[in-house]
């Protein structure tokens, strides 16, 4: 794929506003894109996109590659009398994430913009500078002379979703991206460009490509969806954990910008099946494709629940390195996504009905 191409369409995942819940609009823009290249397209019951990507046959196995559509945010708990929003977050927030930062809200007249206010320093005492502000005493401004003004000309109602207000951005001329929701929307570009490699292509198993919904609330549509696709081997697609700044330790993360996508080990939810793990680093040792590893003690995944649907299939995460998660801010590297997406699209063209027996098989002796 072309940078440009890329860059248009990390652009497009990334800028709109689809909290967990509210995916819609990035729906819309995967099922754009996935349409023309697939057999079949529908959703399942809570919202997740499944794209078959080719003609169903028993004797081919099932692989099903996933990537969430949601990203974390806020939504409006209630107006108060004089016209600022409070909010519950949807996600995992660190409260200083949060504070003096801009929102988009998307409301029934459209997008309106807001801010989680900070007071200034003049009227906070030396003593107390150093605290933390904690989530539950901010509120968003959005400009509104009290709540009749907001509900009536902002048209802002109770559950309306709100995400960081923060665009795309190539970071100074080098092969590094900022932007929110990298988390998962890299997953998805990753998916589709895999897809567009694909186009028509003669594959030895049945593809589908699942966009799920609410995973950071619990990998809610991973588990709805996977019980649809009948996995036989589940490939998760998701934003990593880097560790290569300031103050972030080996400990906490082993991931470096520009070094590969990284095959998770170990998380919190899931420990990948150990065949799987070592035909994916097979692979990208044959096709001299870079690959990192990481071990994190949290962190939660989809690939947790295509693992375990129905009977259980063997399931392997693998992350395109990501820094500062769940903020307004990440960074990625258009290396790792184009290394992610040739390893993805390697193991699809080599993952026959053999192949998948052998990794399927568990050895009794
Ligand atoms: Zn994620």
Not at 205 to 234: F, K, W
Not at 258 to 264: H, K, L, R, T, V
Not at 278 to 293: G, R, S, T
Not at 328 to 345: C, W
Request: with cysteine; glycine share 10%; hydrophobic share 40%.
């Amino acid at each position: 794929m072309k940078k440009k191409e890329t860059e248009k369409l990390l652009r497009e995942l990334t800028d709109v506003c689809a909290p967990t819940g509210f995916e819609g609009p990035v729906r819309a823009i995967v099922n754009q894109h996935l349409y023309p290249l697939c057999q079949d397209i529908y959703v399942d019951g809570i919202g997740s996109l499944i794209a078959q990507f080719n003609t169903r046959h028993d004797s081919k196995p099932n692989v099903m590659v996933a990537a969430h559509m949601d990203e974390v945010g806020l939504m409006v708990k209630y107006i108060t009398e004089d016209g600022y929003l409070k909010f519950q977050t949807i996600g995992g927030w660190l409260d200083q994430a949060l504070i003096n930062q801009r929102w988009i809200i998307r409301t029934k007249k459209g997008l309106v913009k807001g801010i989680t206010g900070i007071k200034t320093p003049h009227v906070i005492p030396a003593e107390t500078r150093g605290q933390i502000f904690k989530k539950e005493q901010m509120f968003i401004d959005v400009g509104a002379s009290n709540k009749e003004d907001a509900v009536n000309r902002l048209g802002i109602s109770p559950g309306d979703p709100i995400a960081p207000d923060s665009l795309f951005t190539n970071l100074n001329g080098g092969s590094l991206y900022l932007g929110k929701a990298w988390d998962d929307r890299i997953g998805l570009a990753v998916m589709i460009q895999v897809a567009s490699n694909l186009r028509g292509a003669d594959i030895s198993n049945n593809l589908y490509l699942v966009s799920t919904v609410q995973e950071e609330v619990g990998l809610r549509g991973a588990q709805t969806s996977s019980y649809l696709v009948e996995p036989d081997i589940g490939i998760n697609l998701e934003s990593g954990v880097a560790g290569d700044y300031p103050g972030s330790t080996l400990d906490e993360s082993q991931e470096k910008l520009g070094e590969g996508p990284a095959i998770f080990l170990h998380d919190s939810s899931m420990i990948p099946n150990l065949k799987l793990r070592d035909f994916v680093l097979k692979v990208a040792d044959e096709e001299k494709i870079p690959i990192q590893f990481d071990v994190l003690s949290g962190y939660g995944q989809d690939g947790a629940e295509i693992q375990r649907a129905r009977g259980g299939s063997p399931s392997i995460n693998i992350a395109i390195p990501t820094r500062y998660l769940h903020s307004h801010n990440g960074v990625i590297s258009i290396e790792d996504f184009d290394s992610a997406v040739k390893l993805v699209t390697s193991l699809i063209q080599r993952l026959d009905a053999d192949t998948v027996r052998e990794i399927r098989k568990f050895e009794l002796e």
